[in-house]
């Protein structure tokens, strides 16, 4: 326990610092010797730690794929790494329910039990980008959907503008390109009384992984540019977008502005509910989100939740 400490010591010195920081200011600081230094960043390295040793001393150094905390400057007391997790969305819960800050990320290396919608499996093979967000919204319930609808907006626009590819929304929550899955999400609430206590949102991308490999209807960013994608660079747009979307308010405007990437308005679906199926023309979203379909004989629904299955298209990974 001592020796963790004193590891976690030196990272927080080597995070304070940006630069290079000699091993005797180290062992000055840290009341130890700098052979005792020198053992402590081995394991630090050993352990996956970018620690470079050069002449001078030691310097953290993150790559642009990098997905530990010190590679969110601004954020590291936010996100939570961990090589493996049975899932990200179980974990968030229990940090959630610990009092964890509002915009905190629990990421996965690899998930053994990620989960999609209606309680399918989501494949985290490595080289996805697998992560839940704890919000805390002042937020009444009833409008709490419109936060996964401004997450799934957020990620399709980084997609759009910083990697080319013609990333669409479809209803309510996947993340398209030519009609093959991308992204999926998943969330989660409690409440207190009519209002929010805390939202997690669950979210899968498919980077570098090979996602076709287990399902048809599913693509990787990778394989729609031609190049390995920095996931660690990925995340960061992604979160900064996603925050000036919550700054920007969670109204009408959001809802706009989502409709405008929908793949879904306009074509005819199936909607999937543990109760029931509901097929129809999907023509609208009111203002909380929910789907209005046109059914056969003339009457509207409106639909809050479920899983949503486009009639030209194949079943993705959910």
Same mark, same amino acid.
């Given at each position: ?17 940006? $630069? ?12 130890? *010797? ?30 642009? $794929?990098?997905? !530990? ?7 590291? =007391? ?5 090589? *493996? ?24 290396g690899t998930q053994a039990m990620g989960r999609g919608r209606l309680d399918r499996s989501?494949?985290? =093979?490595?080289?996805? %980008?697998?992560?839940? /967000? ?20 957020? %990620?399709? /626009?980084?997609?759009? !503008? ?11 929550? $996947? ?34 992984? =090979? ?18 994608i920095a996931r660690g660079d990925l995340l960061r747009q992604f979160l900064d977008r996603?925050?000036? !979307? ?8 959001l809802i706009n502005d989502w409709k405008g990437l929908c793949a879904t308005l306009g ?11 509901? !097929?129809?023309?999907? /023509? ?8 209005? /379909? ?25």
């Amino acid at each position: 326990m001592v020796n963790k400490k004193m590891r976690q010591q030196i990272l927080q010195a080597l995070i304070d610092s940006g $630069d290079v920081v000699s091993g005797e200011t180290l062992s000055r600081q840290l009341g130890i *010797s700098r052979v005792a230094v020198w053992k402590h960043i081995k394991k630090l390295q050993a352990a996956g730690v970018s620690v470079v040793s050069t002449p001078a001393g030691y310097r953290l150094e993150s790559g642009p $794929d990098d997905l !530990q905390p010190w590679a969110f400057p601004g954020r590291q =007391d936010l996100i939570h790494y961990f090589q *493996s997790l049975p899932s990200t969305m179980g974990k968030a819960r229990e940090l959630a329910r610990q009092g964890a800050a509002h915009l905190s990320v629990v990421i996965a290396g690899t998930q053994a039990m990620g989960r999609g919608r209606l309680d399918r499996s989501w494949h985290s =093979d490595p080289g996805g %980008l697998y992560f839940t /967000l704890v919000l805390r919204p002042e937020l009444p319930v009833v409008h709490s959907s419109r936060l996964m609808f401004a997450a799934s907006l957020s %990620l399709a /626009l980084v997609l759009r !503008q910083a990697y080319g590819v013609d990333a669409r929304l479809k209803w309510p929550n $996947d993340v398209l390109v030519d009609g093959r899955k991308i992204c999926g999400m998943l969330s989660e609430m409690e409440a207190e009384g009519e209002w929010v206590r805390f939202v997690n949102l669950g979210i899968g991308v498919n980077v570098n992984n =090979d996602p076709a490999a287990m399902v048809s209807q599913a693509v990787s960013l990778k394989a729609l540019v031609g190049r390995p994608i920095a996931r660690g660079d990925l995340l960061r747009q992604f979160l900064d977008r996603f925050a000036d !979307q919550l700054d920007d308010g969670l109204g009408q405007r959001l809802i706009n502005d989502w409709k405008g990437l929908c793949a879904t308005l306009g074509k005819t679906v199936r909607i999937v509910t543990p109760r029931k199926v509901i !097929q129809g023309k999907a /023509l609208d979203l009111d203002g909380n989100g929910a789907l209005i /379909l046109a059914q056969d004989d003339g009457g509207l629904v409106h639909v809050a939740h479920g899983d949503c299955f486009h009639a030209d298209c194949a079943s993705a990974q959910s």
